[in-house]
């Protein structure tokens, strides 16, 4: 199956892609980096700045083998936090055997609300799981909180309000440094993104984390008028779910001229990074 073209990047053939920033005279100077992982149908994310390090959720259990052995690459052995979107599994599924790893984990976070009862949060059950990690720090998040990152600021939008949908309690975070920001937006879909939307909580961005794999119940025209970003990433695999990422969305995006990334077309992922203004896109 012939997959959709990445904009800019496909149609020029390239695996390597500079452009300039709305934000290069931000008092944020340094740099912002977000390595999307390539782990098929789900999500993990390695967001630094500075000497930061955050893992935005963590992958399916399938995958921990890969995310391990791409933070190992990296050189990350210390994370300032491991934070999870939401409950699903495909977001949390490695949450455990990450705690079982040598990798060093100042906090966990979580949305406030979420569909689990007391106890049985992937938290909850990975700690179980890994006695040894029983002092790390847990941190529940709602909009208007925010976590350190150094040499730039990492604000936590949404969500809002508790929903029955899952997806919709996601965690949506605004990064910010090195001139530029990054919309990480989880398994948002559409009623949170109007949520935010009408609260005027999200800003023109340069970077976004398309929401629920690019799945057609997200990534609303609303959304990206108001944020009008310059690059989009897509964590997905069209082989595990076929109508991912959907054509609606990939024509939304092409209509507002965004160069479109999908973590299916590499080997280990994808990595944007912010840095004097400038927007650079390679694959790993």
């Known amino acids: 199956m ?8 496909a149609v020029l053939c390239l ?10 005279d931000a008092e944020n100077k340094g740099s912002l980096s977000l390595l999307a992982i390539n782990v098929r149908k789900a999500d993990c994310l390695l967001l630094r700045s500075g000497s930061s390090a955050y893992l935005v959720d963590t992958g399916s259990k399938d995958s921990v083998d890969r995310v391990l052995a791409v933070l190992e690459e990296e050189g990350i052995r210390h994370l300032d936090g491991i934070i999870l979107t939401h ?19 100042d906090t966990l976070y979580a949305p406030k609300w979420s569909d689990k009862e ?18 790390i720090g847990i941190v529940r998040l709602s909009s208007g909180d925010s976590l350190p990152l150094d040499g730039g600021s990492l604000e936590v939008l949404g969500p809002l309000e508790e929903s029955d949908v899952e997806n ?14 990054m919309l990480l937006t989880g398994d948002m879909e559409i009623p949170e993104e109007n949520s935010l939307l009408s609260a005027r ?6 970077v976004i984390k ?26 997905t695999n ?3 779910e076929k109508d991912t990422p959907d054509k609606r969305v990939i024509r939304l995006l092409q209509q507002w001229n965004v160069a479109v990334y999908q973590t299916q077309d590499t080997e280990n992922g994808v990595l944007v990074t912010i840095e004097n203004g400038e927007i650079s896109v390679t694959d790993k």
């Open 87 to 105: 409950t699903h599994a495909d977001h949390t599924g490695g949450l455990k055997q990450l705690l079982a790893s040598d990798l060093e984990v």
């Open 15 to 24: 695996k390597w892609i500079v452009f300039g920033t709305a934000f290069a």
């Open 238 to 240: 069209t082989e595990d």
């Open 168 to 181: 919709c309690n996601s965690l949506v975070l605004l990064a910010s440094a090195g001139g530029g920001t």
């Open 201 to 206: 909580l999200i800003p023109k961005v340069d």
């Open 210 to 235: 398309i929401g629920n794999h690019g799945e057609g119940d997200a990534t609303g025209p609303a959304l990206i008028r108001a944020c009008e970003p310059k690059a989009a990433v897509i964590s």
């Open 2 to 9: 012939k997959r959709w073209i990445r904009c800019l990047a």
């Open 118 to 135: 007391e106890g049985k949060h992937p938290i909850d059950k990975a700690l179980k799981k890994n006695p040894q990690r029983e002092g």
